[in-house]
């Protein structure tokens, strides 16, 4: 009985030895130095493209009429954007609704139920010197509702390059200074990751009164400026 007791006991001595050694073994490994920054950049981007969503509202006290009155209103509007110089291509409907509604008067009394129609166009404006005349024209035609002038810049590769070019020069140059600072010698660039944020689209939420086009001059639009922000995460070996 001692001597099969002996040959298990033997084999966990051996297996504790063993993992004894390998433990040993790791904690003899060489840790890698090195050094992590972030570099960053930020381009100016002038608008070239602009977006804007028209609309025609009519009321009447039978859809028929309401229909009627929305399809002669909205193809006037779509009539005087292309008279601009807008392709129809770049105009597209996004919304097209009837529902009933009761009215009520400024005193709070009720006028009866009336049928609403709803039409949206989404514009695509390539010429963006044009936005206050195609504005106008829309008004002047029938559009009573301009829910939004979204503008953006249509090809940013080139940007994008010229941000990530700065944003190395601003990593490399953040790296070269901790080097110094700390005593240590600058390696070679172990790991790179990349992150851009496309500007965000300038925004305006103006709805527009059929009043509005009674108004002298054109509608006053700032295209303004967006901006472009590039990081780079870099790691260098230092020695």
Known sequence: ???????????????????????????????????????????????????????????????????????????????????????????????????????????????????MVDNTVYVTIRDITKIGSILDASIGAGANNIYGITFDVQDKDAALATGRDEAMKDAQAQAEQLAQAAGVTLGDVQTISYYSSVPSPIYYDNKVAPAAAGGGGSVPISTGQLTLTVSVSVTYGIK
Not at 60 to 83: C, D, G, H, P, R
């Open 1 to 115: 009985m001692r001597t099969k007791l002996l040959v298990p006991a033997l084999l966990i001595i051996a297996a504790t030895l063993i993992s004894a050694c390998s433990a040993s073994i790791q904690l003899g490994q060489p840790q890698l130095r090195n050094i992590s920054v972030t570099g960053n950049a930020q381009v100016i981007l002038p608008p070239d493209i602009a977006y804007i969503s028209i609309g025609v509202h009519s009321e009447a006290k039978t859809a028929t009429e309401a229909v009627a009155s929305n399809n002669s209103q909205t193809q006037a509007v779509i009539a005087a954007i292309q008279a601009q110089g807008v392709d129809p291509k770049d105009i597209q409907t996004t919304n097209f609704s009837v529902y009933q509604q009761e009215k009520f008067s400024p005193s709070g009394d009720s006028l009866g139920s009336y049928f």
